[in-house]
Structure formats: structure tokens, C-alpha cells
């Protein structure tokens, strides 16, 4: 189970051009943008470029008919340490646009047009359609280095 988990997590932020099945409505006729909005602003060390984060997430694809326009969650780590990553590598740029200076003890709502995400390819073996707004809830759990 774990190397499965491992290995979503790989496709879904080291692959981005995984692609599958995009008979899925695409969102770029949407045309929402890039936004990053405060929950709870942390009081923490702040998340700059070439730190190491650690983060508890939930990543659900943009639906306008939706509660909260979640429609379905394609991805989450809530527990335990929590995701790793370097925050200007290794992840999408919306990641890197949105969790920038944040500071720990913070969760931030992440709106993320495809140009920021996983462009018309998409990712995670179709879990993730092209061209698909994706909605990321965040909380930054850590920063070192």
C-alpha cells in the first residue's frame, strides 16, 4: 500500500506528461484564474525557494457544479509527516506560486488553471484529465534547510 501511495505521488508531481484518457470535460473554456487564499495564516518560519516543506494536502479537480467547486479528490496526504518536497523544484508551478511565503502553522486554498498544473496532458494515469483546473487545499506542516 505504501509503494502504491509512493508511487501516485511520483506520477502526480514528478510526471506531469502521464496523461490518459482526456474524454473528461476540460476546463480551459472556464478560464478561472490562479488564486491562493489564506484559511489560516500561520505564524511560523515562511516558505521560501530551496527549502524543504512539509505539507499535508487534499487536490480535487475544478467543478463549477460542485460544492465549494471540489468536484472529485484525486489526491491527499493528511496524516502522518506529511508530503516532502523542495519548494521551486520537483512539484507544479502552482505549487510554487501558492505556497510561497506562507508560514508554518498556515492552510491556504490553491485555485490552479491548467498552465500552472498539468497542462492538456494531465497526469496520474487519467486521474488527472488534461486541461483540468485543479482546487488544492494546503497546510504547511514544516520548513528546514
Known sequence: ???????????????????????????PSLNIPFSATDLVVGTGTEAVAGKT??????????????????????????????FSFVLGSGVIQG???????MKVGGK????????LGYGSTGAGNGAIPGNATLIFEVELLAVAG
Open 1 to 27: 500500500m505504501k509503494f502504491l501511495k509512493v508511487s501516485l505521488l511520483i506520477a502526480l508531481f514528478f510526471v506531469p506528461g502521464c496523461g490518459g484518457d482526456n474524454s473528461t470535460p476540460t476546463s
Open 53 to 82: 516543506l512539509r505539507m499535508y494536502y487534499t487536490g480535487w479537480l475544478y467543478s463549477p457544479g460542485s460544492t465549494d467547486n471540489k468536484g472529485s479528490r484525486f489526491d491527499f496526504n493528511t496524516a502522518g509527516l506529511g
Open 95 to 101: 505549487w510554487n506560486q501558492g505556497i510561497a511565503g
Open 108 to 115: 491556504r486554498l490553491l485555485i490552479i488553471p491548467p498552465e
